[in-house]
Nanobody
Framework: VQLQASGGGLVQAGGSLRLSCAAS??????MGWFRQSPGKKREFAAT???????YYADSVKGRATISRDNAKNTMYLQMDSLKPEDTAVYYC????????????????????WGQGTLVTVSS
């Protein structure tokens, strides 16, 4: 499976961006977004199950909406009210099986990773 993340860019604080992650090669199940800010460890942002159930990190809850189009095998992350602290490389990840055991907020839960897309929020 290959994951292609896109949609990053430069945006002013308070603005919005929509990230996309297209999966190719086979169907994927749970999909998620992680992000890594300069000098920090990569952290969980949001995840969505194949069924559509969603979970968010507290840092983005209320400002982010994760969604997916299973027919297109594509996941999205709509980010609103962006803050400078949202500046990061955003990575998409996917799981190859419908196994929901294990913490969805852990990197080890996922089997496949995209290359990342940079989001820069200016103040």
């Amino acid at each position: 499976v290959q994951l292609q993340a896109s949609g990053g860019g430069l945006v002013q604080a308070g603005g919005s961006l929509r990230l996309s992650c297209a999966a190719s090669g086979r169907n994927t199940y749970s999909m998620g977004w992680f992000r890594q800010s300069p000098g920090k460890k990569r952290e969980f942002a949001a995840t969505i199950r194949y069924s559509g159930n969603t979970y968010y990190a507290d840092s983005v809850k209320g400002r982010a909406t994760i969604s997916r189009d299973n027919a297109k095998n594509t996941m999205y992350l709509q980010m609103d009210s962006l803050k400078p602290e949202d500046t990061a490389v955003y990575y998409c990840a996917a799981k190859r099986s419908p196994d929901y055991s294990g913490p969805y907020y852990s990197e080890t839960f996922y089997d496949y990773w995209g290359q990342g897309t940079l989001v820069t929020v200016s103040s």
